[in-house]
């Protein structure tokens, strides 16, 4: 999700953000008509009506909302449609934040142009900070606009397109100010379960055990990197000068990288994750994929609390959201702690 508004913004930045923004609506058709006229690519064709399809079993099925977004298709014609900047002191593993008055404060600055993603971060990183910039497929308004489907959601098989579906129609179900990890994980639950529930209405248990085997991998990314963090909070809590500080640091991420190669190993060489470790890792990085993970296992335990009913699920979750945030915070621990996983 990227916020058009900000009190502590630059103009420049309320600019980009409102144009890139208007530039998207302004480039939508109706789906339904695409798949009418006969000048369609046959490929996009497809997509789209699969996507049309996933968008009602969104609603009917897994109780997704029923409203005008992604019903309409925008063409970018490039990779990503925002590039987002997520930035940590040199010996912090506490994000940045920006606090804008939609979405409060979150951990990370989205651009629609990556050069100015770039430029930004060149900013941060002359303040000494660790700065990672990643491509988003999607974003998100929450339900403000009626987002289109994005030519930059549909890269990869449908498993992908349609779990990104289910993700960013999640963010319209239940959004609290200044909390990205809540946020995030709620959104990648209910698309990890949503997809399991459609491919089992559809009849395709192999696929169902190939996804399966997939997010037993993300899992044991991420505890990778949750290790990593550990560590890395050791040496910065460490009563040493920044050198030796750097120092451990640098220690904790070579050890990550070859224990990245056993795991790899314990894969059957999958390599579908080197990409990743290919690029810098730095406390931003290290971030970036905390947020979206660490508390689905959190929501897992809860899911299994209602007896897997997703309307139930989702008014459980609005209950923990409603707490204070220290409240919230304990709650969500209390859940993680059980270890569950689906």
């Not at 971060?121 to 289109?148: C, H, K, M, R």
């Not at 897997?308 to 609005?318: G, I, N, P, T, W």
Request: hydrophobic fraction near 35%; charged fraction near 25%.
């Amino acid at each position: 999700m990227i916020s058009l508004m900000s009190g502590c913004s630059t103009i420049s930045y309320y600019s980009q953000a409102v144009g890139g923004h208007l530039k998207l609506m302004n480039a939508r058709e109706p789906i339904d008509d695409l798949l009418e006229s006969d000048t369609t690519d046959p490929e996009l064709r497809k997509k789209l009506q699969t996507l049309v399809d996933a968008r009602r079993y969104a609603v009917d099925k897994l109780h997704l909302p029923d409203n005008d977004s992604y019903n309409t298709y925008a063409a970018t014609g490039r990779r990503y449609v925002t590039w987002n900047v997520v930035a940590a002191g040199e010996f912090s593993l506490s994000p940045k934040t920006w606090c804008f008055p939609v979405a409060g404060c979150i951990s990370y600055k989205g651009y629609f142009a990556e050069e100015d993603a770039k430029a930004y971060a060149a900013e941060l990183q002359a303040e000494n900070l660790d700065v990672s910039i990643g491509g988003a497929t999607a974003y998100s308004t929450l339900g403000w606009f009626d987002d289109p489907v994005l030519d930059t959601m549909l890269n990869g098989g449908d498993m992908r397109y349609v779990s990104t579906l289910f993700h960013e129609l999640a963010h319209q179900v239940l959004y609290i100010k200044d909390d990205s990890s809540f946020n995030e994980a709620f959104a990648t639950f209910v698309e990890q379960e949503g997809l399991r529930i459609w491919l089992n209405d559809r009849g395709e248990p192999d696929r169902i055990v190939w996804y399966n085997d997939s997010l037993k991998r993300s899992s044991d990314f991420s505890e990778l990197l949750k290790s990593t963090r550990s560590q890395l909070l050791a040496v910065y809590q460490e009563d040493s000068s920044d050198e030796r500080k750097r120092e451990g640091k640098q220690a904790v991420l070579d050890d990550m990288q070859t224990n990245y190669q056993k795991l790899k190993i314990s894969w059957d060489d999958y390599a579908g994750y080197d990409g990743w470790f290919k690029r810098e890792v730095n406390n931003a990085r290290l971030l970036s994929v905390s947020t979206y993970r660490k508390l689905v296992p959190a929501f897992a335990a809860m899911y299994v609390d209602v007896d897997r009913q997703l309307s139930a699920f989702y008014e459980k979750a609005k209950e923990i959201a409603a707490l204070p945030a220290d409240q919230r915070r304990a709650k969500m621990d209390e859940y993680l702690a059980r270890g569950v996983t689906l």
